[in-house]
């Protein structure tokens, strides 16, 4: 089985998927706090990893594994949280998979993954893993995590580690559909950049512990190029923001893990680090079910 692409955006915008990295026109990185739609939000997530898949995977792919299932900088392993629950016989969604790492751990224990991600480039690297190992492939999907090209109960467990849903610009609809998709009792887990970072500069150093952005702002962060099209975007919700639209979508909210720095990890990533880690939490991470 290949990569299957669902179109959820209008065709004429999608990219050559023979094209690589190195063929997309670089973009500008000027940062703003503006106003991103669904459509702008999901066109520049699909470009952005496109283009930086490779790199991504360079710098953190050691840190990552090949097989490893890690809900965050921080470290926790799902091997040790075990948030999902009992995973062996279960139908597994991965939203924003990447490279699959996460569906693979969950293959070699049981489950039937299913990857899915808005990056070509991301899913071609599970390819690329794959064929290395010898393995049987993961079945991956490119498509919009808002707009699931699954029917309703398909799967018992849905997951996703920091892929996706900060990227949505409709988070309340992305829920929806995990719902939809979802049978009745099942799991959605996923992990996020913690709400408070917000707040303070992303940076690991002592820049970094200063606040200096209202954590009630909710007004995007964009990247965007000279035309103004944006290249980046994130979109931030608070605590009460995520809780209420898991609660509309359906689903009952079962834990809310806030994982402490570990002793002994010295690593940085990007605005993670010990300094920060050990002071403010860096990953919120929502364990809900289905209704």
Request: aromatic content about 8%; proline content about 6%.
């Amino acid at each position: 089985m290949g990569i299957v692409t669902v179109a959820t955006t209008p065709q004429s915008d999608l990219h050559d998927l023979d094209t690589t990295p190195a063929q997309i026109e670089e973009d500008g990185d000027d940062a703003v706090r503006r106003a991103a739609g669904t459509g702008e939000s999901s066109r520049a997530s699909r470009h952005w990893w496109d283009r930086n898949a490779d790199e991504y995977q360079d710098e953190h792919g050691e840190f990552l594994g090949d097989d490893r299932f890690t809900w965050c900088p921080e470290g926790l392993d799902e091997a040790d949280a075990r948030l999902l629950g009992e995973v062996a016989g279960k139908d597994v969604l991965e939203i924003g998979a990447g490279a699959a790492q996460c569906s693979r751990w969950l293959a070699a224990r049981g489950a039937r993954p299913v990857a899915l991600d808005i990056s070509y480039r991301q899913l071609q690297h599970s390819r690329r893993i794959d064929l290395g190992r010898g393995n049987a492939p993961v079945p991956v999907v490119q498509a919009d995590a808002a707009v699931l090209p699954f029917a309703g109960a398909s799967f018992d467990l849905a997951c996703s580690a920091y892929g996706a849903v900060p990227f949505s610009a409709d988070t309340a609809a992305l829920m929806r559909e995990v719902h939809r998709v979802l049978r009745p009792g099942g799991r959605w887990v996923f992990s996020v950049t913690h709400p408070i970072r917000w707040a303070f500069p992303d940076e690991p150093g002592v820049e970094g512990l200063t606040a200096t952005s209202s954590y009630f702002d909710r007004t995007p962060y964009v990247e965007q190029d000279e035309q103004g099209r944006a290249t980046y975007v994130e979109h931030h919700r608070t605590l009460g923001d995520r809780v209420r639209e898991l609660v509309a979508a359906g689903f009952r909210l079962v834990d809310l893990v806030e994982p402490e720095w570990p002793a002994g990890l010295e690593q940085e990533w990007g605005g993670w680090s010990p300094l920060r880690g050990r002071l403010i939490p860096g990953t919120a991470i929502f364990v809900t079910e289905r209704g």
